[in-house]
Every structure is written in structure tokens, then in C-alpha cells.
């Protein structure tokens, strides 16, 4: 592994990532790299040249876009052939010289995006202020007249909030549960860590691929190892999860992400035969956003449809109330339980009481799920005029994952990769994701075209409309 040799100057114009990629990049080209060498891990590098493992991280994102270094998750960066460089004519040459020079002048953080297609934004003007300031009061009140408001409260878990959350998961998604198995946490993250230290390890976990890296990430460093499991358009593919070592399988059933598949009953029948062959195996069932679906009915939980106690079921308030309220959910089999206690109940919750009892209000006052009502016609409308928009465009040639959650996917027929699209996406002020980066392991993705995620859950109609048509401008530019 060579030693990278890379002088930043905070005080230049272009930007630290920027200044990263195109000394590495020089140095590829000039043949300081043999094809397979290993780079140095984002952190090295970051630790070395006194910058942020972000602004690393954004450097080797921009190289493996373009072909200079592939990724191997878990493992690092390595340097492609890129041979065919060393003979481009002199006007070739200069037009790589002359792209990375404009990339340097106009860096992506600089921009300010006028229109937002991240995934995971909620509409905030939509928000049920005057029914969660009557439950902030009354939570208020209750506490301070009983006396206990300083209390640090249950390690699990206010218990009318698991009540309240055992109701509701029983009404809306078929969950059978006890407030006694119900942990709750501020957020995924933090329950999968408990749960790692419950379930013990270390563990293989089976993980679709493209996933959530959140989680992926996660996994990794508690201790635990993904297999990557191709999917389908029904999700993962239980067939071709491995035979040897798997005794956990991460699944969002309800709206797979990135591609937001719905996993259909015949898969699922699949998966829990898969998980019920032996006593260690347990399905972990993220269902993050099933609250919105937008035609037919919503396929029941994974949970629900177990036989025996084999599904781990994790739920969130950060899209149905707020993202910042970070309160999440575990529903645990009952076996797990006393292990549960005996190992982790020690633990103080992660939620503030105050802000547990102020959920609590607004779930027993009904405001939720009127809430949740309302949301959800907000939601209908945009996802139908973000597909509507989408539709008439003669780029777009596959959507994935339509009339559920609060994003959808969308192959492009375009010969740019996705790299190139978010750049010039960026440069019209519209922030976008390409889904390339949600591949796990060896796994990597199948189709020529770019897919891009189109998030729709803050954007107002007239954002969605004319986001699109700029996207449009973008695809259509020489």
C-alpha cells in the first residue's frame, strides 16, 4: 500500500474532498497504483491529513463514481485498471482536465438546493401543532401533580406508552404483543445495538442488498457480519440466503428501502419457514414507514403471522410524528424477554419521561392516528403527482416501489452515471440520491442504468412539478 502524499490548503477555493479526489487521482494516473492496491481506510486517511472521515469518504465516493477505485464493504478501497488513460489524445485529456476543474470551482456543499428529494423528509407545515401542545400540557400536568416528574422512570419504557404502542400496533399492523415485550429507545440504531448485546454474538445476518446502511452499519459495529441476499421485485430472496452460519435475517417487509418493494404473503410464508428450522434464528422486521400506503390494504406484519416466536419487530415515530423526536420501538419474542432483563435491564431508558408521556397523550387522546389520517391524504397526493410528473418523461424507464412509504425509486434510461446525475442535479439546486451506494458486500448492482431515489415527503407541489422539470433540463443537457 503506497503512502498517500497530499497537501490540502484549507484557505483554496475548492473544497477539501475535492482537493483529496484530484491528487488522488493524479497519482493514479502518473501509475503510482498498481491495479487491486489497497488505499488507506477512509479513517487513516482522515486521521492522517486532519480532516473530517466525511470529507475522506466524499473524496473516495466521487473516485469509485468514476471508475478510478472500487469499494469492498468491510474490506476498503482499491485501485482499478485504469491503463487506458496513460494513451488519450490530447483534447481527451484536456476535457477530463477541464471537468474536474469546473467540479473544483462549484463543490456540491456550496449549493443550496431549492428542491429536496432526499428520502426521510416529513411534512412539517402538515403537523398536528395544536393537538401536541394540549398533550405536551396535559403530560405536563399529570407529572407534576403525581409528583414524579424529575423521576428517571422505567428502563423499558414509560408503561402506558408500551400500552398505548402494544394497542396500536395490534390495531394497525396485527401485532400480537404484551406492554411487557415492548422496549422503547431513541431510535433503530440504538435498539439494534441492545439488541445485539441480547441476542449475543458474534452473528451472520442476512441483509437484501441494496439496504438500509443505517442498519448495515450498525450491525458492523456490534460486532456482527451481513451476507449481501440479492432480491427481487418481492424482496430478499429466502432461497438464496446461505446455508451455514445465518441465524438472523433484516428485512423491511412492508416497504423495502431503497427499491420499496412490498414483500407479498408467499415470501413472507417463506422467510418465517426459513426462521422456524432452528431455535437460534429470528427475523429482525423493520417496518419503518408502513403507516403510508396508498392502494389496497396494508399487508399485515411479519410479526403477526408467526407461528412461533421468531420475529423481532422494530417500529419508529420518526415519520409518523416527527423526526426529531427520536422515540423508536422493540417489540421482542417472549423467550427473549427474561434474557433481555437479565442482561440489559439495568440500563436507563434513552427517552425522557416527559417526552414519553407526551406520545402517550397524543396516542390516548386519538390525536395520532387522526393525525396519522390526515398525513397520509398529504402524503397520496404528492406521491401521485410526483408519479404523474415522472410518468411523462420519456427518461424515465422503471419505477420501483410506487404507492407506499415516502419515496420512490426510478431507473433512468440515460447513459450518465448516477454520480454525474446528482452532479448536475446539484449545480440546478435539486438535492438526490442514487441508490448504487446502498449495495452491501460483494453484491453489486445489476442494471446498466442509474437509479435515483425520489423523496417527495417535504417538497410542495409546486417543488415536486418543477423539480422534475429541471431534472428534465439536466438529462437533456450535452
Known sequence: MNELLID??????????????????????????????????SRQLAADLQVSRSTVDAAYAQLVSEGYLR???????????????????????N????????????????????????????????FAYNAWRKASKEA????????????????????????????YLYRARGVHCKPEQIIIGAGNEYLLQLLGQILGGPRLVAMESPTYLQAYDTFSNIGYKAAAVPMDQDGMRVEDIPK????????????????????????????????EQRE????????????????????????????????????????????????SYMVLPLPLVPVYKRKC???????????????CQFMEAGAFERHLNKMRGIYRAKHDLLLAALKEKTWVNKIYGGYAGLHIAVELNSSLTEWELTQRAAEQGICIQGVSACYIGEAEQKG???VLLFGFGDLAPWQIRKGVDVLDGCLRKK
Not at 80 to 88: A, F, M, Q, T, V
Not at 143 to 166: C, D, F, M
Open 8 to 41: 490540502l490548503d484549507p484557505g483554496a477555493k475548492p473544497a477539501l474532498y475535492e482537493q483529496i479526489y484530484e491528487s488522488i487521482r493524479r497519482d493514479m494516473i502518473d501509475g503510482r497504483f498498481s491495479r487491486g492496491e489497497r488505499l488507506p481506510s
Open 71 to 93: 469499494s469492498k464493504r468491510g474490506s476498503g478501497y482499491y485501485a482499478c485498471d485504469i491503463s487506458g488513460l496513460y494513451h488519450l489524445t490530447g483534447a481527451d485529456q
Open 95 to 126: 476535457r477530463l482536465e477541464n471537468r474536474a476543474e469546473k467540479r473544483a470551482k462549484e463543490p456540491v456543499e456550496d449549493f443550496k438546493y431549492k428542491y429536496n428529494f432526499l428520502p426521510g423528509q416529513v411534512d412539517s407545515s402538515g
Open 140 to 167: 405536563l400536568l399529570e407529572l407534576e401533580t403525581k409528583g414524579n416528574l424529575l423521576a428517571a422512570g422505567h428502563p423499558q419504557g414509560e408503561y402506558r406508552l408500551r400500552s398505548s404502542v402494544a394497542s
Open 244 to 275: 451455514d452460519g445465518v441465524t438472523l435475517a433484516y428485512v423491511m417487509p412492508s416497504h423495502q428501502f431503497p427499491l420499496g418493494c412490498v414483500m407479498p404473503l408467499e415470501r413472507r410464508m417463506q422467510l418465517l419457514a426459513w426462521a
Open 280 to 327: 437460534d434464528c429470528y427475523i429482525i422486521e423493520d417496518d419503518h414507514d408502513s403507516e403510508f400506503r396508498y392502494k389496497g390494504r396494508p399487508v399485515p406484519s411479519l410479526q403477526g403471522m408467526a407461528h412461533l416466536d421468531r420475529v423481532i419487530y422494530l417500529g419508529t415515530f420518526s415519520n409518523s410524528i416527527m423526526p426529531s423526536i427520536r422515540i
Open 345 to 359: 435491564g439495568f440500563y436507563a431508558s434513552t427517552v425522557s419521561r416527559i417526552q414519553q408521556m407526551c406520545v
Open 448 to 450: 446498466e442504468k442509474p
